[in-house]
Structure formats: C-alpha cells, structure tokens
C-alpha cells in the first residue's frame, strides 16, 4: 500500500486521486476532508506521533508540512513510524538543489533529507521547484492594480503547475522501486521573470501591467505597509533575493522527462488564475 500524507491538501489530494484506489490510504490530519476521495483513510497529524500509523504501508509519499520552523521535528517523527513499521520506500517532496542551495526555504528541507538517508530506508526525494499557484494572488492584485511590485529584478523562476508535480509523485510511486535512491531536481521547462509575468497578465486581460522593481528595504516597508506582518515579509524579500541570485531559475528538464509531456506553461497558470475576470476596461 502507499501512503500520501498531507493528503488534505492541494498538492496531496492530486497525488491521491492519481493512484489506484484500491492501492493507496489517504493520511489526513481531519480525515473528514478526504472522506470524498473514495480511498481507505488514516488520521495523520505531524505533531500527535501517536496517530502516524504506518503499519501495512510499502511506500510513503510524505509531503513537507507548511508550520516553518517545525517542519525538521514533524518530519523526524513520520520517518520514525517508517522505521518501526518496516516501511520499503520514502518519497520525499523537498526544494530545488535542498543539499548545496542558499534558498531560504531550504534548511529545513536539507535536515530532512538528512534523516531520511539516515533512516537506511530506501528513498526518493523529489525536490519540487516553484509552483505557478504560489503566484496566484499576485496575479489577480495585478489584474486590479496594473502593477507586480518586486525586488527580484530581472531574476528568473522556472515553476510549474501544482498538477505536474502531483504527476511526477504519482510516476515515481508506481514505478516499482525504480527511482529509489534517487534525487530529482524537478521544475518547469521555461524559467520566466517577475516583468514577463507582468506581459502575461496583459495580455491575459487586455490592460497595461507592469512590474516595479524596489530595492529590498523599499520592498519590505512597502509589504509592511500595506499590512503584511514583519516576519513574513523579511521572508517574502529574502525569497526574491534568492530569486535575483538565480536560485529558482534551473531548468533541468526532469520534471518534463518524468511525467513524459511538457510541464504547463504560465499562460495557462495566468488565465486560470483570472478566469471570469473581463478582458478590457
């Protein structure tokens, strides 16, 4: 059996309803939000190790939970449960180069990999790139404001759909232990700029968007005053300095190669995202 933990959220709801039913269980933190999946379901909570039960399950597919800064301790008590109960294979989604990189999200991403190696479970890290969806919000405040406001420069993010890597941990999980051992750098075919996503949403919508570039002091105080907390928004910059830096712009072609079409180009990303709003003024 596999198991999909995180299987209440966007990218884990993908994975579970692209494997057989019969051949995978749905761990949920509140196992009524996978109810209407159709598949066998377990309460699995990060931080209650008393409800990761792993007992029957061949393949875990664990997802990287969202709580940052506990995510190394979460992770560390499912790779446990593995251990006890005999798991074969760990399938790991974690960040782009999570061993060598400076991304600011990689820490904890690399401490978990660590484990897991450590563990001596057979393993499978699928180190994701940028998701179009994490831009979601930025492009419908474009549509409105006419204007993306940055600091990442002319940096480059090659992301791609949410549902590609849903496909790539579905090609991997039912690959019957080829990928094991196996580290896959996965993003999208095209790396694109904060001013060429500026292009798409006008022409998506038929009105002038342009991106403006801000020092990262000018980038922080403008999220900061327009409501974000402190802490996310040192975040938010330091991620865009990664961006600058090129961090997020490799295009490696494994995510194309793994999933066997071209990953989802960001018009796509861009016109899902406005669907319903008036093209025009």
């Known amino acids: 059996m596999i198991l999909v933990t995180g299987a209440s959220g966007p990218l884990g709801r ?3 309803v692209g494997l057989p039913t019969d051949q ?4 949920a933190r509140r196992p009524q939000a996978v109810a209407d999946l159709g598949v066998q379901v377990r309460e699995l909570d990060y931080d209650r190790a008393e409800t990761i039960d792993l007992d029957g399950v061949d393949t875990l597919l664990l997802i990287s939970g969202n709580a940052i800064g506990r995510r190394v301790e979460q992770h560390g008590a499912v790779v446990d449960a593995a251990k006890r109960a005999g798991v074969g294979h760990i399938v790991y989604t974690s960040a782009p180069h999570a061993d060598a ?6 820490p904890e991403h690399r401490a978990t990999e660590e484990i897991i190696r450590a563990s001596g479970i057979p393993f499978t890290f699928l180190r994701n790139g940028w998701y179009h969806e994490n831009y979601t919000e930025t492009i419908a405040r474009a549509a409105e404001t006419g204007e993306i406001v940055g600091s990442a420069g002319d940096g480059r993010v090659a992301s791609a759909a949410r549902a590609d890597f849903a496909a790539a941990a579905v090609a991997v999980l039912t690959a019957n232990g ?3 051992n196996a580290v896959l750098e996965l993003t999208g075919d095209r790396a694109w700029s904060l001013p060429e996503l500026a292009a798409e949403i006008a022409e998506v919508t038929g009105r002038p968007v342009e991106y403006r570039d801000l020092t990262p002091d000018e980038h922080r105080a403008h999220l900061e005053a ?3 907390p402190a802490e996310v928004a040192g975040f938010v910059v330091a991620l865009e300095q990664n961006i600058a830096a090129g961090l997020l712009a490799h295009t490696p072609g494994e995510l194309r190669e793994l999933i066997g079409r071209p990953t989802t180009p960001l018009r796509a990303a ?3 995202a406005l669907a319903g709003v008036p093209a025009g003024r």
């Open 14 to 16: 993908l994975v579970v």
């Open 24 to 27: 995978v269980i749905a761990g």
């Open 101 to 106: 990189t400076e991304l600011v999200v990689a």
């Open 178 to 180: 080829r990928y094991e």
């Open 226 to 228: 327009t409501g974000t």
């Open 270 to 272: 861009v016109a899902e």
